[in-house]
């Protein structure tokens, strides 16, 4: 029989944190801090151009490029090392890019109130129903900026202070609110505007094989005012094997709104 001490190592996960749209690992500080006092290895990334990443906006032409981060990350583990990767909202997309290329390396796919796109559709098609779903109106002040280099397609934005406060952290601490209005940066979605995006608008990309294979959990946040409830159940119809988990009185960023929540949960699915 394995001793003790061997049965807690077996239980340590490597976790890799993905951020949504405008954001930066900086909103993992919460979890990323209780699941290494948990004696879990964290790994936080900053997407290209986003937190403190040196990329600018302007130098990031696709989403390959914007996801390769995460995507070197992945090629960098250690022969045999399987991780956790938890996407948040935007970061669905660069995640399930990241199982369709590394599908062994991955011990489970979270998606905590994340895009999660469906097997044998383009990933931006799940954007595009969103923001029908949701309506024109929908981002309050949010703004679209100036893109530098015409020969990138897409249109860059910046979330505003009202959207942020009523449909992103409206349960979240104030000093957290506070937090990520100093920090957001302008992003590129590149899902729409941009019929050349390869990676986004490829319906054969995720394959059942790779992607579809996958140990997948979506994380219903039931109060998100940023992808309604109703809609994150929308997502998970379209992939009917996903493992289903809920976490009530959470705003959209659950990871500050309710860390310790999120943590439990994250530590649940990973020993299962």
């Known amino acids: 029989m394995a001793s003790d001490t061997q049965q807690e190592r077996r239980r340590r996960h490597h976790f890799v944190l993905v951020h949504g749209m405008c954001h930066g690992a900086w909103c993992w500080y919460k979890a990323a801090t209780a699941l290494r006092g948990a004696g879990h290895r964290a790994t936080a990334l900053d ?5 403190a990443h040196p990329a600018r906006l302007a130098d990031v032409r696709t989403f390959e490029e914007y996801s390769r981060p995460l995507l070197d990350a992945m090629a960098a583990l250690p022969p045999g090392e399987r991780v956790v990767l938890v996407a948040h909202s935007h970061g669905g997309y660069s995640v399930a890019l990241a199982v369709e290329r590394f599908p062994d390396r991955v011990a489970a796919a979270v998606f905590v109130a994340a895009s999660m796109p469906a097997v044998g559709r383009p990933m931006a098609a ?9 309506g024109p109106d929908f981002f309050l ?3 679209e900026v100036q893109q530098e280099r015409p020969e990138i397609k897409g249109k ?10 009523q449909r992103i952290y409206q349960l979240s601490p104030p000093e957290d609110l506070t937090l990520g209005l100093m920090l957001i940066k ?7 505007g ?79």
């Not at 302008?186 to 729409?192: D, G, L, S, V």
């Not at 994380?219 to 409830?229: L, M, N, R, T």
């Open 47 to 51: 997407m290209a151009s986003c937190g």
């Open 126 to 134: 799940t954007s595009d129903e969103l923001l029908a779903y949701v």
């Open 141 to 143: 002040d949010s703004k």
């Open 156 to 165: 860059p934005f910046i979330f505003g202070p009202n959207f942020m406060a």
């Open 186 to 192: 302008p992003a590129n979605a590149f899902t729409t």
């Open 194 to 272: 941009n019929p050349d995006e390869v990676v986004m608008r490829d319906a054969k990309l995720l394959t059942e094989e790779r992607y579809g294979s996958a140990r997948r959990v979506f994380v219903v946040v039931e109060d998100d005012h940023a992808i309604p409830a109703e809609f994150q159940h929308r997502m998970v119809a379209q992939s009917p094997s996903i493992q289903v988990e809920e976490i009530p009185g959470a705003d959209h960023m659950v990871m500050l709104s309710r860390p310790e929540k999120l943590v439990e949960l994250l530590t649940r699915i990973a020993n299962n």
